[in-house]
């Protein structure tokens, strides 16, 4: 507890400090009245914004974002510099080593996406895959249903392979869909934050290989919280985001090409449908070509500032440790919930997402009534389901910098206090 209130202190003390910079005020008295008379505009200045920022302090123990560490804002908070400067391609670099740490990987076409893991999966599913081409996707929650609409947008064939929210697919059901739709590409979801599922990748990237298919495999929510080995397990395409485990803001998005998706890539016959995500562009401004950088967009510098800090911690204190911080207190937090008389969505305890906590709503509850008596009383996000959970469950992130006993406790304590002061209908 004490460790949370320090956090907490520390990141009000912060804001105090933002909210005491922003003090001036533009006040009309300032601009002559003859100017104003004269003025041409029809749309007055918005009144909210003559007045200072204001944010809350809210716990994030939601399924993300979650808190950013003082560490991470100071950095983020740093002066900008050129997005073609050569000391921001040297924390571009950075980035690159810290990202291929992150995911076990010594692929040289790693790097970050300007954008969130939305931008990733398009990035991932524009760049491997031609229109008309057939793809395989996973569908065991929100992330395969976005896949599979990005892939039918962008004119790819796109083939669903579902089960329930909750459940995982089988080595050997996907073996019967790659042979029966021969796909360019199979898609999956390593951490299906909607449904709390961390869905097993061993024998994966052997099974595609061995139809000619490439591995996508999404771990926003669980990168740097459940162990992941791209090259061991011989993942193609993986992706993730910041603003999870990693403690990062939203808006940057670690993504990592196997050799064998480089080649698919780089002997398109098209041009892929996006020039912002195109990696032949994109490879080569984070000097993955080894030719000499050129301009194709701005590229978000605070953003990465504040990525490279983030980095830099996972590599402190280490990526196993990471891993095993995350798995425990997920025990300990289940292990409360249960002492609470609550009921854990995922049935099979191998399959429990350690970041992100699916609980069933509990019988005659609604679940806006929980999560909104948690973020009056505490000022704690915890949230419903999305997708085809939304209605069935409960999230609970504990998720890097937040991934403590002392936040593990208080949500437990906010949602026995919830479930003693929320109506229970008697239907």
Same mark, same amino acid.
């Given at each position: 507890?004490?460790? *949370?209130?320090?956090?907490?202190?520390?990141?009000?003390?912060?804001?105090?400090?933002?909210?005491?910079?922003?003090?001036?005020?533009?006040?009309?008295?300032?601009?002559?009245?003859?100017?104003?008379?004269?003025?041409?505009?029809?749309?007055?200045?918005?009144?909210?914004?003559?007045?200072?920022?204001?944010?809350?302090?809210?716990?994030?123990?939601?399924?993300?974002?979650?808190?950013?560490?003082?560490?991470?804002?100071?950095?983020?908070?740093?002066?900008?510099? &050129?997005?073609?400067?050569?000391?921001?391609?040297?924390?571009?670099?950075?980035?690159?080593?810290?990202?291929?740490?992150?995911?076990?990987?010594?692929?040289?076409?790693?790097?970050?996406?300007?954008?969130?893991?939305?931008?990733?999966?398009?990035?991932?599913?524009?760049?491997?895959?031609?229109?008309?081409?057939?793809?395989?996707?996973?569908?065991?929650?929100?992330?395969?249903?976005?896949?599979?609409?990005?892939?039918?947008?962008?004119?790819?064939?796109?083939?669903?392979?579902?089960?329930?929210?909750?459940?995982?697919?089988?080595?050997?059901?996907?073996?019967?869909?790659?042979?029966?739709?021969?796909?360019?590409?199979?898609?999956?979801?390593?951490?299906?934050?909607?449904?709390?599922?961390?869905?097993?990748?061993?024998?994966?990237?052997?099974?595609?290989?061995?139809?000619?298919?490439?591995?996508?495999?999404?771990?926003?929510?669980?990168?740097?919280?459940?162990?992941?080995?791209?090259?061991?397990?011989?993942?193609?395409?993986?992706?993730?985001?910041?603003?999870?485990?990693?403690?990062?803001?939203?808006?940057?998005?670690?993504?990592?090409?196997?050799?064998?998706?480089?080649?698919?890539?780089?002997?398109?016959?098209?041009?892929?449908?996006?020039?912002?995500? !195109?990696?032949?562009?994109?490879?080569?401004?984070? &000097?993955?070509?080894?030719?000499?950088?050129?301009?194709?967009?701005?590229?978000?510098?605070?953003?990465?500032?504040?990525?490279?800090?983030?980095?830099?911690?996972?590599?402190?204190?280490?990526?196993?440790?990471?891993?095993?911080?995350?798995?425990?207190?997920?025990?300990?937090?289940?292990?409360?919930?249960?002492?609470?008389?609550?009921?854990?969505?995922?049935?099979?305890?191998?399959?429990?997402?350690?970041?992100?906590?699916?609980?069933?709503?509990?019988?005659?509850?609604?679940?806006? !009534?929980?999560?909104?008596?948690?973020?009056?009383?505490?000022?704690?996000?915890?949230?419903?389901?999305?997708?085809?959970?939304?209605?069935?469950?409960?999230?609970?992130?504990?998720?890097?910098?937040?991934?403590?006993? *002392?936040?593990? !406790?208080?949500?437990?304590?906010?949602?026995?206090?919830?479930?003693?002061?929320?109506?229970?209908?008697?239907?």
């Amino acid at each position: 507890m004490q460790r *949370a209130l320090i956090c907490r202190g520390a990141l009000l003390a912060q804001q105090v400090a933002l909210e005491s910079s922003l003090t001036t005020r533009i006040s009309s008295v300032l601009v002559p009245r003859s100017y104003r008379a004269m003025s041409s505009l029809t749309v007055p200045a918005p009144a909210s914004l003559l007045l200072p920022l204001k944010v809350p302090y809210r716990l994030m123990l939601g399924p993300g974002p979650s808190n950013v560490p003082p560490r991470i804002l100071s950095a983020g908070g740093r002066p900008i510099i &050129g997005h073609m400067h050569k000391e921001m391609f040297e924390i571009m670099d950075d980035i690159k080593k810290g990202i291929q740490y992150a995911f076990q990987t010594k692929n040289e076409l790693t790097m970050a996406i300007s954008g969130s893991g939305h931008a990733a999966m398009e990035a991932a599913l524009y760049n491997a895959v031609e229109r008309g081409e057939t793809v395989l996707i996973g569908v065991n929650g929100i992330w395969g249903e976005r896949a599979a609409d990005i892939s039918e947008r962008m004119g790819a064939d796109a083939k669903r392979l579902v089960k329930l929210p909750g459940e995982c697919f089988t080595l050997q059901e996907i073996e019967q869909a790659l042979s029966k739709h021969k796909p360019v590409l199979f898609f999956i979801t390593h951490g299906e934050s909607s449904t709390g599922i961390a869905h097993p990748l061993d024998g994966l990237g052997a099974l595609c290989h061995k139809y000619n298919c490439l591995l996508l495999v999404d771990s926003v929510a669980s990168l740097g919280g459940a162990p992941i080995y791209m090259d061991k397990q011989e993942i193609d395409i993986l992706y993730s985001g910041s603003q999870k485990v990693l403690n990062a803001p939203p808006g940057t998005a670690p993504i990592s090409f196997s050799e064998r998706a480089k080649q698919k890539i780089f002997s398109r016959k098209t041009k892929p449908v996006s020039f912002y995500l !195109d990696m032949s562009w994109l490879a080569n401004y984070w &000097g993955c070509d080894g030719k000499p950088r050129v301009y194709h967009h701005t590229g978000p510098v605070s953003g990465l500032f504040s990525l490279r800090e983030s980095l830099a911690i996972l590599a402190e204190q280490g990526l196993e440790n990471y891993w095993k911080n995350h798995q425990e207190m997920a025990l300990y937090l289940h292990q409360g919930l249960e002492k609470l008389g609550l009921k854990l969505f995922v049935k099979d305890k191998n399959l429990r997402l350690p970041t992100v906590t699916t609980i069933a709503v509990p019988e005659g509850y609604d679940w806006r !009534d929980i999560t909104a008596y948690v973020m009056k009383n505490y000022s704690i996000e915890i949230t419903g389901g999305l997708g085809p959970s939304v209605g069935m469950v409960l999230r609970v992130g504990l998720m890097g910098y937040n991934c403590t006993k *002392a936040n593990a !406790d208080l949500v437990l304590q906010a949602l026995g206090d919830a479930l003693q002061h929320c109506h229970k209908s008697k239907v």
